[in-house]
């Protein structure tokens, strides 16, 4: 590398030149042309700089903790306190709906331009909270049912109020602002700290998904906005989603092919692989019973000439 060369970080080993990001960088924009999605670029320290909104996809099996208290206000909640505070936050969920300010939840997000229209609802501030419990402490009936499910919908995410627990809709997105030089690692960080997500960093990974099937992982050293504009702007062809550390796995290209079929397709692949093992089994145990046979044979003439001498 020249020493006056301008790069961007592919990984900590492995470097791209100025010429060759900026001409991906150009299609990037291009395609998100109008849109917030577009990146800045600038130089520092000899390495060029891209920043902006980066999607990520929620691809959790298990439900998320959240936080009941913000970073001003760390006083738990009661019971029913929490009760109440959830149905403050569903009212709220679905008045921000009703006003058009949130996202959409699923498919190609190339509409999407709020960084703040999260598909997990940010927990507010239990000051907010008390204010709100102090405006109205009656319940109507209908609120009283909800109350004892336990469980909301909010832009269809899955909320139980009574442990905290957040099951994100599989498929549904959300974006954090990031730039280039920032790991795999810490992007999981921002995400996670945005939602007030009390599990740790360490439970998830992010992977980019692809529309093949294949699954590639990004690793802690990677960097997922150079990664994003690599693989392209279009994530009607790849995503990147964050999953769970151990439940997640990289599925390779050849694999990806076969996971497109129909189980009865499948099957009648197995079956045809399994009639070729048995085919191959035969002819080799053929080879090797013919060269025993012809073994034992010229051990059983080297006896009998053994014998007559």
């Known amino acids: 590398m020249g020493e006056h060369q301008t790069y961007v970080k592919l990984s900590e080993e492995k470097h791209i030149p100025k010429s060759d990001i900026l001409s991906l960088l150009r299609t990037y924009n291009c395609y998100h042309e109008g849109k917030n999605f577009q990146l800045r670029s600038r130089e520092e320290d000899g390495e060029l700089i891209l920043e902006g909104l980066l999607n990520i996809y929620w691809g959790l099996r298990r439900p998320i903790r959240l936080q009941m208290h913000d970073d001003n206000e760390r006083f ?60 109205s402490k009656t319940h109507t009936a209908r609120d009283l049912q909800r109350l004892r499910t336990h469980r909301f919908s909010i832009n269809g995410h899955f909320y139980n109020h009574k442990t905290s627990v957040f099951t994100p809709a599989y498929g549904t997105v959300t974006n954090v602002r990031v730039n280039s030089s920032m790991t795999t690692g810490q992007v999981l960080n921002l995400l996670l700290h945005k939602f007030r997500v009390e599990n740790k960093a360490e439970d998830f990974v992010l992977y980019m998904v692809h529309e093949s099937g294949e699954r590639t992982r990004l690793k802690d050293g990677e960097y997922p906005l150079v990664a994003r504009v690599l693989y392209g702007p279009c994530e009607k062809i790849s995503k990147i989603f964050i999953m769970e550390a151990d439940l997640g796995e990289e599925v390779t290209y050849d694999v990806a092919q076969y996971i497109k079929f129909e189980i009865p397709v499948l099957d009648s692949f197995v079956k045809k692989l399994k009639e070729e093992e048995e085919r191959e089994i035969n002819k080799l145990t053929k080879k090797y019973s013919a060269l025993k046979s012809m073994i034992l044979h010229q051990l059983e003439d080297k006896t009998n000439t053994s014998d007559r001498v």
Not at 87 to 92: F, I, N, V
Not at 112 to 119: V, W
């Open 76 to 135: 738990r909640l009661n019971r029913n306190d929490r009760s109440a505070l959830a149905k403050h936050l569903l009212t709220e969920s679905n008045n921000n709906t009703l006003s058009g300010e949130t996202g959409p939840a699923s498919g190609d997000t190339c509409g999407q331009e709020e960084e703040d229209s999260p598909q997990l609802l940010r927990t507010r501030s239990d000051a907010s909270f008390m204010r709100v419990q102090r405006r």
